[in-house]
T-cell receptor, first 115, second 117 residues
């Protein structure tokens, strides 16, 4: 069974500091991996996705993530945090192929950015 | 880019009544629609998956008679919470994709905050 684990339900960084949000997956086959951001009372916005092409994926708003098969990880990073980055971040995995490809979400990481 | 419009954004209803939530794909055909429920400060829990013209597939523990899903067209899916009770209060989010299988992105609606009083 596939699953995704996000280490750290809360992460706090200073404005301008590195952002690192951790995500590890468990899957018997190479999955597709996604990072989403959610602002309060809103839906989810896709930041980036890995679909078996380049292992370093660049997304919107300066975020990027690297797929490391040996570590079964897909951590999200941003070199310099902005106040506007404060939000909930979800890592998700889906199983390639199949008719529905449902997304399975991690438990989320709430990012706080301190001035 | 792909857009999914979800309405209403907020709804308050009395216990025992039914509430319908709509999700429309505005610029693509939603072959598959996913319905999620999110409790405060928690992750998204998949409730059901529906393919256009077919019956929805519900996740384990989700009452299909309580959460009615209709996906009669490629641009519209609805979730009806029947005989709502306070414990049904939650944030409901839909997600659509146009291509079954593959790695295409999932487009999310903006969510519906349901409060049952």
């Amino acid at each position: 069974a596939q699953s995704v684990t996000q280490l750290g339900s809360h992460v706090s960084v200073s404005e301008g500091a590195l952002v690192l949000l951790r995500c590890n997956y468990s899957s018997s086959v190479p999955p597709y991996l996604f990072w989403y951001v959610q602002y309060p009372n809103q839906g989810l916005q896709l930041l980036l996705k890995y679909t078996s092409a380049a292992t370093l994926v660049k997304g919107i708003n300066g975020f990027e993530a690297e797929f490391k098969k040996s570590e079964t990880s897909f951590h999200l990073t941003k070199p310099s945090a902005h106040m506007s980055d404060a939000a909930e971040y979800f890592c998700a995995v889906s199983y390639p192929g199949g008719a529905t490809n449902k997304l399975i979400f991690g438990t989320g990481t709430l990012l706080a950015v301190q001035p | 880019g792909a857009v999914v419009s979800q309405h209403p954004s907020r709804v308050i209803c009395k216990s025992g009544t039914s509430v319908k939530i709509e999700c429309r794909s505005l610029d693509f055909q939603a072959t598959t629609m996913f319905w999620y429920r999110q409790f405060p400060k928690q992750s998204l829990m998949l409730m059901a998956t529906s393919n256009e013209g077919s019956k929805a597939t519900y996740e384990q523990g989700v009452e299909k008679d309580k959460f009615l899903i209709n996906h009669a067209s490629l641009t519209l899916s609805t979730l009806t919470v029947t005989s709502a009770h306070p414990e049904d209060s939650s944030f409901y989010i839909c997600s659509a994709r146009d291509v079954p299988g593959g790695a295409r992105g999932y487009t999310f609606g903006s969510g519906t905050r349901l409060t049952v009083v």
